[in-house]
């Protein structure tokens, strides 16, 4: 059984960078063919997908947000981290660290609310 957690702070000033981590259980971050992602969802919003990491290890990411977000994963840890930068208001959402590819994401953390305010 897979359990996702993630863990982060609840409130980041504008234009700094945001890093939330997500821990995994139950199951390694290397074992094929799982991908490993952060989706998030704005206030008022629908689901965003923000970017990927599969058991390889090479990462993807949304076009809009490429720029200024990395994803890297510690396999020791068994974790992935997103990394966001030049944070401003309308970064403000809920994030949830999901296993799964487009079509089936079918395992969720309970998401972690980040706030973007000054």
């Known amino acids: 059984q897979v359990q996702l957690q993630e863990s982060g702070p609840d409130l980041v000033k504008p234009s700094q960078t945001l890093s939330l981590t997500c821990t995994v259980s139950?199951?390694?971050?290397?074992?094929?063919?799982?991908?490993w992602n952060w989706i998030r969802q704005p206030p008022g919003k629908g689901l965003e997908w923000v970017a990927a990491?599969?058991?390889?290890?090479?990462?993807y990411y949304n076009p809009r947000l490429q720029n200024r977000t990395s994803i890297s994963r510690d396999t020791s840890k068994n974790q992935f981290t997103l990394q966001l930068a030049s944070v401003d208001r309308q970064d403000t959402a809920v994030y949830y660290c999901?296993?799964?590819?487009?079509?089936?994401?079918?395992?969720w953390g309970q998401g972690t609310q980040v706030t973007v305010s000054s």
């Open positions: 999901v296993r799964g590819t487009t079509g089936d994401f079918e395992s």
């Open positions: 139950g199951v390694s971050i290397t074992t094929e063919y799982y991908y």
């Open positions: 990491i599969p058991y390889s290890g090479s990462p």
